[in-house]
């Protein structure tokens, strides 16, 4: 299957500063990619799907001023979750789809903890 | 919001034996659907993929698909302690402006030695 690279793996932060985290496809070209989030024992919520070259499209609920999105190549998505708050701490995972966009293959995941 | 539907379990299943999981989905016009398996702390990982009804086998894996039911199943066989783990179900699912994968709540599998 595709591979795809998130990082970092785990990121512990004070209140009130930003954290980025980046999703690289390794061996194919996504257009899109999408951020999921999932708190413990929870499914994983869909956040916001990122387009290469235009804005990400935000699911109802998520805040587009706190998690901040860009897709500036075909191989990498970033995702910044501003003026983080201990209630932003979860799992944050990225995915990119396959050419035909049925599958999707995951990041490894970003652990964030606010303090 | 359109639904993915799983028993959260936890679903114990003594190891050699067969475990049954079971998803439905609410959009008629559904046409993919995946298994992932998720260990704790860690991304889920592709299992299965089904688009048309009937069975679909993969080594120990098998998924069920019946569109007129709206219920996608997974089958593990000869069950192993390495196969506890939550499933997720994932249906693509159709809106206006583009189709999204929608999971649903996952299933805890629990293989008792």
């Known amino acids: 299957g595709a591979v795809v690279s998130q990082h970092p793996s785990w990121v512990i932060c004070k209140s009130g500063t930003s954290v980025k985290i980046e999703c690289r496809s390794l061996?194919?070209?996504?257009?899109?990619m999408f951020w999921y989030r999932q708190f413990p024992k929870q499914s994983l919520m869909l956040m916001a799907t990122?387009?290469?070259?235009?804005?990400?499209?935000?699911e109802q609920g998520v805040e587009k001023d706190k998690f901040l999105i860009n897709h500036a190549s075909l191989t990498l998505s970033t995702l910044t979750v501003t003026s983080a708050h201990p209630e932003d701490s979860s799992f944050y995972i990225c995915?990119?789809?396959?050419?035909?966009?049925?599958?999707?293959?995951f990041g490894s995941g970003t652990q964030l903890s606010v303090l | 919001q359109k639904e993915v539907e799983q028993n959260s379990g936890p679903l114990s299943v003594p190891e050699g034996a067969i475990a049954s999981l079971n998803c439905t989905y609410s959009?008629?016009?559904?046409?993919?659907f995946f298994w992932y398996r998720q260990y704790s702390g860690k991304s889920p990982e592709l299992i299965m993929s089904?688009?048309?009804?009937g069975d679909k086998e993969d080594g120990r894996f098998t998924a069920q698909l019946n569109k007129a039911s709206q219920y996608v199943s997974l089958l593990i066989r000869d069950s192993q302690p390495s196969d506890s783990a939550t499933y997720l179900c994932?249906?693509?699912?159709?809106?206006?402006?583009?189709?999204?994968?929608?999971f649903g709540s996952g299933t805890r599998l629990s293989i008792r030695p």
């Open positions: 990122s387009n290469e070259g235009s804005k990400a499209t935000y």
């Open positions: 089904i688009y048309s009804n």
């Open positions: 061996d194919f070209q996504a257009t899109t």
């Open positions: 995915s990119a789809g396959n050419r035909d966009g049925e599958k999707l293959f």
């Open positions: 994932a249906v693509n699912m159709r809106y206006s402006s583009a189709s999204k994968i929608i």
């Open positions: 959009d008629r016009g559904s046409q993919s």
